[in-house]
């Protein structure tokens, strides 16, 4: 909320212009220097860079001469402990305790964010590296793993029968996810009542479920009592398990951020539930939606648990999810890396640098589809809902033509204005 | 348009002009179908849900029957004969949830309010898409950093930690002889470094509910502590923290669940054991998500009823952690639509 208050775009042209005008003071006489709010002044940054400097001074000292320290992770806590130390005395020259605490509590805050960053952008890179093994081999992606052994190299065999299983199941539980994800979403918002909120609450429970209990109960209920086998089919419903409350939950959000009065003015101008839904609701919330299902899919592709008990391990190209195993790109990983073949652990990780791969174009797209609130466009989607508008006031101005010839001849004329009929005097 | 479905029906316009006037909809064919459809996914999703809680009582209670209560303190995991609890997986289950809670959530509160009170523009919209992106990244990826890298950097510091405060009984290594073990082989796959990988792996969903509890502190407030001469941090700590407390801690507690439920990362780290082991620092551990995803291939009738039963008590587990977290979370939201 406060992100647009705080944000929040120059006032409106609606205010009263020209009346009062802001105006540039003369500047005569003595006016300091301009202040720059928002940059920091020469000493704090001087306080930041040499109490670093110093940090790393000292704990170099600690560790190569002075005290019989050593490893690369204590020496990185003793400089940032020695920092923070220079840094507190550094700021104590110049400021009281309140700014003391202020300075060192931003450095934390920001430290922290470096920290999570830094580990965050390591395991990605780490598994992309570790996967350019493989990666680069054409045979990867167009072979495989049913003629290649764990002593092959990696000119033989490929995933390319974990990258059909997961399209195939992916598909299979968006076929699902999609209707029924959104349906309830909207169930939630428009419909509403005690039934809806009930409904809410299980959705929430639903987001905690862990996804091996996702597995568990397909094991038990569709391959243990139906199909009596593991199939891609099963996986896919164990997928559609763990991504439906986190589409619906995306979703709902989505759909509650669509403006209010956008559907009281469809229900004023006489549309149905339906109508406004289909024709004003859904519309203006696309881009969320759309983003709301690709990050549930990137969830949904991702899952090995479920998985693991419900496809099956096959080195088989597959293309039936309802017989035989199927497996995925997370399971074939899991199932590479548990070999202890330095060839195999190399297309483990290739495997999940693809795996990587498809989740950070899937997030891309979301992010490119639905990086704006619903009901502001992109220009290109502005300039089409100008255009769409220019062309029905050209319509009404068409139709309205003759109409005004008319009412504004002589009365025989049977001119619909009600306007004149109501005014017979 | 063309659904004429608001039909307001009987309008008073004679008559007793003070009486109100009786207003009745009728809806439109489209619109009852709609709603019944609407109404229909909405009890399809329940009846999933539903589905799984008794789908898993059901099953659980063949192997309930047989262990009665002694399910919540038996260590040993062998259905076969008879002797199985959850006693030594729960433990393993909560010891690798509290070692993530504090792994992720210094990182998760700084990280938030680095984000919501420090970070500005472009920046900022960034770092919360990284935040969001972390939250996508596949579990199994954590385990693969988890195994290949981090364990052979963490067993330094876990021995170091062994080393200086062994008085302290949790971070005390020895063997069943009561020997300090110093090996590197006595600090692998421990509930420790499994704790700090799912730690890492739950700091996205902590950071992105604190942050949006955080900047749901009012500007007002915001501005009248910066008026009064506040610093920032005095604005953060007399502000922001006040109001974003039901952030905080529901945020932390959904961050458990999550934690609690983990699977592929822990199996991949830890070595099982059904005792219930005090030393975190110590290698083996184990969690009922790794029980379920180590027995489920080899189990009979009867042993994959135990594992139903496992799975029963971590779905109550986390159903209550996360009913809680997101009642508190809920308590302090405000405003549920928004007007254009």
Request: proline fraction near 5%; aromatic fraction near 8%.
């Amino acid at each position: 909320m406060s992100d647009t208050l705080l944000e929040a775009p120059p006032a409106p042209a609606s205010a009263p212009r020209g009346a009062r005008r802001t105006t540039v003071p003369d500047r005569v006489g003595e006016t300091g220097e301009r202040r720059r709010l928002h940059r920091a002044t020469f000493e704090e940054r001087f306080d930041l860079i040499g109490a670093a400097a110093a940090g790393l001074a000292t704990s170099t000292l600690l560790f190569g001469w002075i005290a019989p320290l050593t490893g690369v992770v204590g020496w990185i806590v003793v400089s940032y402990l020695a920092f923070l130390g220079y840094y507190v005395l550094l700021t104590a020259l110049v400021g009281d305790r309140q700014r003391i605490a202020d300075r060192v509590a931003t450095v934390l805050l920001v430290s922290a964010g470096a920290i999570l960053f830094g580990a965050l952008v390591f395991v990605v890179v780490f598994a992309l590296l570790r996967g350019r093994d493989a990666f680069w081999h054409l045979n990867f992606f167009t072979q495989s793993m049913e003629l290649a052994g764990p002593l092959d190299p990696l000119t033989e065999g490929g995933i390319l029968h974990a990258i059909v299983g997961t399209l195939i199941q992916i598909t299979i539980a968006l076929a699902i996810t999609i209707p029924l994800g959104i349906a309830t979403a909207v169930f939630l918002n428009e419909v509403g009542g005690r039934f809806a909120r009930f409904v809410r609450t299980i959705v929430d429970a639903m987001t905690a479920l862990p996804s091996i209990v996702a597995g568990l109960f397909i094991y038990a209920a569709v391959i243990q009592l139906v199909t009596h086998q593991r199939s891609g089919f099963a996986a896919a419903l164990a997928i559609t398990v763990m991504m439906l409350p986190i589409v619906i939950r995306a979703a709902d959000v989505v759909l509650r951020l669509v403006p209010g009065n956008l559907r009281e003015a469809s229900y004023a101008l006489g549309a149905g539930r339906w109508r406004t839904v289909w024709g004003v609701v859904l519309p203006t919330a696309r881009s969320g939606l759309v983003t709301a299902v690709i990050l549930g899919t990137a969830r949904g592709i991702g899952e090995t648990s479920p998985v693991l008990l419900t496809s099956g391990v096959t080195a088989v190209l597959s293309f039936n999810p309802f017989s035989g195993p199927m497996i995925s790109l997370p399971l074939q990983v899991f199932d590479f890396v548990r070999s202890p073949e330095p060839t195999m652990i190399a297309r483990g990780f290739g495997t999940a640098a693809v795996l990587l791969m498809l989740v950070l174009v899937l997030f891309g797209i979301a992010r490119v589809i639905g990086g704006r609130p619903p009901g502001q466009l992109s220009p290109r989607q502005q300039q089409r809902a100008q255009e769409a508008s220019r062309r029905d006031a050209d319509r009404m101005a068409r139709r309205a033509a003759p109409v005004t010839a008319s009412s504004t001849a002589p009365s025989e004329s049977p001119a619909p204005v009600p306007h004149e009929k109501a005014d017979p005097s | 348009m063309t659904g004429r479905s608001h039909v307001v029906e009987r309008i008073m316009l004679v008559g007793d002009p003070a009486s109100p006037r009786v207003l009745g909809t009728r809806p439109s064919l489209a619109d009852s179908v709609f709603r019944r459809t609407a109404y229909a996914a909405g009890a399809i999703t329940v009846s999933v849900m539903l589905a799984v809680g008794l789908f898993l009582t059901l099953r659980a209670t063949d192997a309930l029957r047989v262990a009665g209560f002694g399910f919540l303190t038996e260590q040993q995991w062998s259905p076969e004969t008879g002797h199985f609890g959850v006693a030594a997986v729960l433990f393993g289950t909560v010891t690798i949830g509290l070692v993530a809670l504090c792994t992720a959530l210094p990182l998760a509160l700084g990280t938030a309010l680095l984000l919501s009170e420090v970070a500005r523009g472009r920046l900022r919209s960034t770092l919360v898409a990284l935040v969001d992106l972390m939250a996508a990244v596949p579990s199994i990826v954590f385990g693969l950093w988890g195994v290949f890298f981090l364990q052979d950097n963490v067993i330094p510091v876990a021995r170091w930690i062994s080393t200086y405060f062994w008085w302290i009984p949790i971070f005390d290594v020895t063997d069943d002889s009561g020997a300090t073990l110093t090996e590197d082989s006595a600090f692998t796959s421990s509930a420790f470094i499994a704790g700090i990988v799912v730690g890492l792996m739950i700091v996205p969903t902590m950071t992105s509910v604190m942050r949006e509890a955080f900047s749901q502190a009012p500007i007002g407030e915001r501005e009248g502590a910066l008026a009064l001469g506040a610093t920032r941090w005095g604005m953060i700590r007399t502000v922001v923290l006040p109001f974003g407390r039901g952030g905080i801690i529901g945020g932390t507690m959904l961050g458990l669940g999550r934690a609690l439920g983990e699977t592929i990362a822990v199996y991949m780290i830890i070595s099982p054991i059904f005792t219930i082991n005090w030393q975190l620092l110590k290698s083996g551990s184990n969690s009922v998500s790794a029980l379920i995803a180590l027995r489920y291939g080899e189990a009979s009738d009867f042993a994959l009823s135990a594992l139903m039963a496992a799975g029963l008590v971590l779905f109550l587990v986390t159903l209550v952690i996360n009913f809680t977290a997101s009642s508190i979370v809920a308590r302090s939201r405000s405003g549920a639509q928004s007007e254009g």
